[in-house]
């Protein structure tokens, strides 16, 4: 039975190499961010190089949220070869010590930093998306964002029919970044309205910093502009709010709010799942990790193995993000999207684990 001395040790070992992998990735993360979006934004008007320090900053949180399972397992990986580097694992095994009393600290120490990882960065990250969409509005026109993920709604009014289109939904639904108006008048486009933010008023919506299209016609620069609507605040964020830019504990209200409102909350109820999972996906990613450097690693042999457990990694990201995919276009529930491919990594890492040790 491994003692508390050296369980505290392996824990510690893998909490350092985890931190400072951290550090490291977030410091390139944040250099590489910034670069593209001097790229994509250094021509425009207004841009200025505090502004985008300041947006490479926000968007690192988020950045870095996406990329724990892979620091998790590097560290791992890292923590293992360490040891076995300095005989630790050797000297462990000889004095009675199974592979999986050893691991047990550094799979605790994986949980921990995905506990940490979802209380702690996702709301930072949530919040940090969100302003960061805003901060993109101050520079018009700026491309640093994926308009893939730009959302529709169609609205119905006296006055006719509206298609919206936004970046991102801010302030619960009644704030919009980077919108796109179409007004259709017999059947055909009569006005487009592009807007730097709009506002969700009592009975319209007020554009600000708007480009007005009419038919032919030139481009008109306008301030302001008033487009009625009957859409309530709970049904844009609903529609609009992208779930990176929701936390953990508001995802359950969101959740709660799309039903009540008979929509299908598909990507929330994914985003909440994979959450919740993150902290056990770290775990499996530990017994990868122990898959390819639990043998005593001989001089020329460190690169071989990391790349297997990257390799393994990878694989197991690309069929979370498949999954995933699934999951958001309401193919599969959402906590089996999550969870399948948490149980299938970790099967596979116990599986191998019993026979290596258990034969």
């Given at each position: 039975?491994?003692?508390?001395?050296?369980?505290?040790?392996?824990?510690?070992?893998?909490?350092?190499?985890?931190?400072?992998?951290?550090?490291?990735?977030?410091?390139?993360?944040?250099?590489?961010?910034?670069?593209?979006?001097?790229?994509?934004?250094?021509?425009?008007?207004?841009?200025?190089?505090?502004?985008?320090?300041?947006?490479?900053?926000?968007?690192?949180?988020?950045?870095?949220?996406?990329?724990?399972?892979?620091?998790?397992?590097?560290?791992?990986?890292?923590?293992?070869?360490?040891?076995?580097?300095?005989?630790?694992?050797?000297?462990?095994?000889?004095?009675?010590?199974?592979?999986?009393?050893?691991?047990?600290?550094?799979?605790?120490?994986?949980?921990?930093?995905?506990?940490?990882?979802?209380?702690?960065?996702?709301?930072?990250?949530?919040?940090?998306?969100?302003?960061?969409?805003?901060?993109?509005?101050?520079?018009?026109?700026?491309?640093?964002?994926?308009?893939?993920?730009?959302?529709?709604?169609?609205?119905?009014?006296?006055?006719g029919e509206t298609i919206i289109g936004a970046d991102a939904a801010l302030a619960g639904g009644t704030e919009l970044v980077r919108p796109v108006f179409f007004i259709?008048?017999?059947?055909?486009?009569?006005?487009?309205?592009?807007?730097?933010?709009?506002?969700?008023?009592?009975?319209?919506?007020?554009?600000?910093?708007?480009?007005?299209?009419?038919?032919g016609n030139a481009p008109e620069k306008i301030a302001t502009a008033r487009v009625p609507t009957n859409l309530k605040p709970e049904f844009v964020g609903q529609e609009?709010?992208?779930?990176?830019?929701?936390?953990?504990?508001?995802?359950?209200?969101?959740?709660?709010?799309?039903?009540?409102?008979?929509?299908?909350?598909?990507?929330?109820?994914?985003?909440?799942?994979?959450?919740?999972?993150?902290?056990?996906?770290?775990?499996?990613?530990?017994?990868?990790?122990?898959?390819?450097?639990?043998?005593?690693?001989?001089?020329?042999?460190?690169?071989?193995?990391?790349?297997?457990?990257?390799?393994?990694?990878?694989?197991?990201?690309?069929?979370?993000?498949?999954?995933?995919a699934f999951g958001d276009a309401g193919f599969v529930p959402p906590p089996i999207a999550a969870w399948t491919p948490v149980m299938v990594a970790m099967f596979f890492?116990?599986?191998?684990?019993?026979?290596?040790?258990?034969?």
């Amino acid at each position: 039975m491994i003692g508390p001395t050296l369980g505290r040790y392996f824990f510690r070992r893998y909490a350092v190499i985890t931190a400072w992998n951290f550090i490291g990735v977030a410091a390139l993360v944040y250099i590489v961010t910034f670069t593209e979006i001097t790229g994509r934004a250094g021509d425009l008007e207004g841009f200025t190089t505090s502004w985008a320090l300041g947006l490479a900053a926000l968007q690192l949180p988020i950045i870095m949220q996406q990329a724990v399972p892979f620091i998790g397992l590097v560290a791992a990986i890292a923590t293992l070869i360490s040891l076995n580097r300095k005989y630790e694992l050797v000297i462990a095994r000889a004095a009675g010590i199974s592979a999986w009393q050893f691991l047990t600290p550094i799979a605790f120490g994986a949980f921990v930093f995905g506990l940490l990882t979802v209380l702690v960065l996702n709301p930072i990250a949530a919040r940090a998306f969100a302003s960061a969409q805003m901060l993109e509005a101050t520079v018009r026109g700026a491309d640093t964002s994926n308009n893939a993920k730009e959302r529709w709604i169609k609205q119905r009014t006296d006055q006719g029919e509206t298609i919206i289109g936004a970046d991102a939904a801010l302030a619960g639904g009644t704030e919009l970044v980077r919108p796109v108006f179409f007004i259709i008048g017999d059947d055909r486009i009569a006005e487009r309205l592009d807007a730097a933010s709009a506002f969700l008023r009592d009975g319209y919506w007020e554009l600000v910093d708007v480009v007005r299209r009419q038919g032919g016609n030139a481009p008109e620069k306008i301030a302001t502009a008033r487009v009625p609507t009957n859409l309530k605040p709970e049904f844009v964020g609903q529609e609009l709010t992208d779930p990176d830019a929701v936390s953990i504990f508001a995802l359950p209200g969101m959740i709660e709010t799309a039903h009540s409102f008979g929509l299908r909350a598909n990507a929330f109820a994914m985003q909440l799942h994979s959450l919740i999972t993150l902290p056990p996906l770290l775990v499996a990613m530990t017994l990868i990790a122990a898959t390819v450097s639990m043998r005593f690693t001989r001089m020329g042999q460190s690169a071989t193995v990391i790349l297997g457990g990257v390799v393994a990694g990878f694989l197991l990201y690309v069929s979370s993000v498949l999954v995933r995919a699934f999951g958001d276009a309401g193919f599969v529930p959402p906590p089996i999207a999550a969870w399948t491919p948490v149980m299938v990594a970790m099967f596979f890492g116990v599986t191998f684990l019993l026979f290596r040790e258990d034969g």
